[in-house]
């Protein structure tokens, strides 16, 4: 078995290592490329569509060590975005009229621009401002407690992780206390009205499983979680969405700690999907890292693929026309983005 990835010392030969592995070394070789699954349906390279969706993490801090995160995301990060690029980020929103930005983490309202951020990309008129909270940080500390009441002045979209409906679960994923505390955060998000029918304050939960298997049915799982949560809590909320894990980061360590990682690779190859192709969030996504580089998604920004067009590799330079004309990189961990329905960000996409 391989060592977990923490041995390999730094981050970046940490990386290496990761697409190592990825790569079909020392598991796994046989198994087809991503690109030969590609080739046959003509999508190899995989091009984008017009991007919508203006992806930024401004910063890997977090208030949780969750077990499968793919940002390996903590309180011990550092990584935070600056004001100046986040400016940036602004700029290019006004200037490009992409209609949706999407803020992420880490705890994304660690980063102490935050507000900021969101109250200046509120006065843009974009379609659509998204902020994935992981709940718990609403009750962290006094001074993120009004944070529902913030999110209902600028309108924000929110996105929340919530591994399940019942303690034991999401406590094993993501820590003692994190169930108790994210209940606590959706009762304080459903009081200034999100999630409430009629009030146009959308709250979305975000599942993903906790261990080495593919997510149920996403409508199946809505409902369930809607039941459950409301008769329990009484805490309603607008959709599921499901998201397959991706054996990178964290949940890659786990894979290879529990011998998983090649019933779960072979698990994510049987199961492509070539209708998910077309529907899979790199498309229409560009997704920018705390230091301001561009990658094809969230994935490949945690393995360090930036995008194929050196010119136009970070905001500094940033080209809309040749993003909209790049070749997206690809490798075996696309493979979680096309098994069974598909996964994105906004969940399935077939």
Same mark, same amino acid.
């Not at 974009?126 to 944070?147: C, F, G, H």
């Not at 679960?169 to 003692?176: I, W």
């Given at each position: ?7 390999? *010392?730094? !981050? ?33 390279? =995989? ?5 919508? /969706?203006?992806?930024?993490?401004? *910063? ?16 011990? #990060? ?9 400016? @940036?980020? =602004? ?43 992981? @709940?718990?940080?609403? #009750?962290?500390? !006094? ?24 303690? *034991? ?23 200034? *009205? ?7 304050? /959308? ?25 459950? =949560? ?22 890659? &360590?786990?894979? @290879? ?5 090649? &019933? ?18 790199? #498309? ?38 040749? =993003? ?27």
């Amino acid at each position: 078995m391989i060592k977990s990835l923490k041995s390999s *010392g730094n !981050k970046l030969s940490e990386i290496n290592n990761q697409l190592q592995i990825l790569s079909g070394y020392p598991f796994n070789g046989d198994l087809p490329k991503f690109k030969d699954k590609l080739e046959p349906l003509n999508q190899f390279p =995989l091009k984008p569509s017009k991007i919508e /969706i203006f992806q930024v993490n401004v *910063g890997y801090m977090c208030n949780q060590v969750c077990k499968h995160c793919h940002v390996d995301a903590g309180p011990d #990060r550092k990584e935070i975005m600056s004001k100046a690029y986040l400016q @940036l980020c =602004l700029d290019i929103l006004d200037e490009t009229k992409i209609s949706t930005l999407d803020i992420t983490g880490g705890a994304p309202e660690m980063n102490p621009h935050f507000r900021w951020f969101v109250e200046s990309a509120s006065k843009l008129g974009l379609k659509e401002i998204i902020v994935r909270s992981n @709940l718990t940080i609403i #009750r962290a500390n !006094k001074k993120y407690n009004d944070l529902p009441e913030f999110f209902k002045k600028h309108k924000v979209h929110v996105i929340s992780s919530l591994p399940y409906f019942q303690e *034991g679960k999401t406590d094993s994923q993501r820590g003692s206390g994190v169930f108790s505390a994210s209940i606590e955060a959706l009762k304080s998000l459903n009081g200034v *009205g999100y999630g409430i029918e009629n009030s146009n304050l /959308i709250l979305d939960l975000v599942y993903n499983p906790t261990g080495a298997f593919l997510p149920g049915n996403q409508s199946q799982l809505e409902k369930d979680f809607k039941f459950n =949560l409301n008769k329990n809590f009484g805490i309603k909320f607008n959709k599921l969405f499901t998201i397959t894990n991706i054996p990178i980061s964290r949940f890659l &360590d786990y894979l @290879l700690k529990s011998d998983n990682y090649e &019933d779960y690779m072979e698990k994510l190859v049987t199961a492509f999907n070539p209708s998910a192709v077309n529907g899979v969030m790199c #498309r229409n996504t560009i997704s920018v890292d705390w230091d301001g580089h561009i990658y094809d998604c969230d994935f490949n920004q945690m393995l360090d693929m930036k995008v194929a067009d050196k010119s136009t590799q970070h905001i500094k330079d940033f080209n809309l026309q040749k =993003l909209e004309q790049r070749s997206i990189l690809t490798n075996q961990h696309c493979y979680g983005c096309t098994a069974g329905a598909g996964s994105s960000c906004q969940g399935t996409v077939a």
